[in-house]
């Protein structure tokens, strides 16, 4: 007849000990050192039975159980009324390994959660950063040349009135001043000559007066006609730029 002899592997005394405190569902804070003794010299010559090497510690430990059972088999010792008040009470001979075993307990636990959640994170996949900083010429704003054509100017006129309105004040005083497209447009030009580069649509119309803003986008059209301002918008309904032309200084 064929035995299958079955040893857990454990990693140490404390560890064997907290299996049979879990098999036998010992209280560990009430350890009934007897019967747990009895149980882990059994595992100990289990395992010189079948060869395995046993570590010292597991005999220092045989040797622990074996010293607090027999401390506890001895007759309890009852003080005298001055020996209680001076010393408290006795101690009991297990206090040190149940400390110890709680202690082991808890590390043990916390090894188990993190290899709990090592198998978790093992079935997450993820990839190194990737450099994409040969991306950020696509995505900074490019110059295009863009045909603009008469709706677009008339479509940021509408926008601008629009704007316009929303910010007028409450209250304004209206002083009646005659302006011509000849004048403004020579303003214009100026204005473009004094910036020396491009400036926005919008910023043309520094009045909230219906009739400048007809006055100066009427210029602005008869500038572009002549050929003397560029109109330049860097994408589709993007918003427009005016940069006056080299030389153009003057409408005469």
Do not use: C, W
Request: overall charge negative; glycine content about 2%; charged content about 30%.
């Amino acid at each position: 007849m064929i035995y299958n002899v079955k040893i857990d592997a454990f990693e140490g005394p404390l560890d064997l000990l907290l299996h049979l405190i879990h098999t036998l569902e010992i209280d560990i804070y009430d350890i009934p050192v007897a019967e747990i003794t009895e149980q882990y010299l059994s595992y100990i010559h289990t395992m010189k039975k079948l060869e395995l090497d046993v570590a010292s510690e597991y005999l220092v430990m045989a040797a622990t159980l074996l010293a607090i059972k027999s401390k506890m088999l001895l007759p309890k010792h009852e003080p005298e009324l001055e020996d209680e008040q001076e010393f408290g009470y006795e101690e009991d001979p297990r206090d040190e390994l149940v400390e110890k075993l709680l202690e082991y307990k808890k590390y043990k636990q916390a090894a188990e959660d993190l290899k709990t959640m090592e198998a978790e994170r093992s079935l997450m996949f993820s990839k190194p950063p990737t450099d994409l900083t040969y991306l950020m010429k696509d995505l900074m704003p490019q110059k295009v040349d863009l045909n603009v054509s008469l709706y677009d100017m008339l479509g940021a006129y509408h926008k601008l009135l629009r704007r316009k309105k929303f910010q007028k004040p409450l209250n304004t005083k209206v002083a009646r001043q005659e302006i011509s497209i000849e004048k403004r447009m020579t303003e214009v030009l100026h204005h473009l000559g004094t910036i020396k580069g491009r400036v926005s649509f919008e910023s043309l119309f520094p009045f909230y007066d219906r009739e400048h803003i007809v006055i100066t986008f009427l210029a602005i059209l008869e500038l572009l006609k002549r050929n003397a301002i560029l109109v330049e918008q860097e994408s589709n309904f993007a918003e427009l730029f005016i940069a006056g032309k080299e030389g153009a200084i003057s409408i005469e």
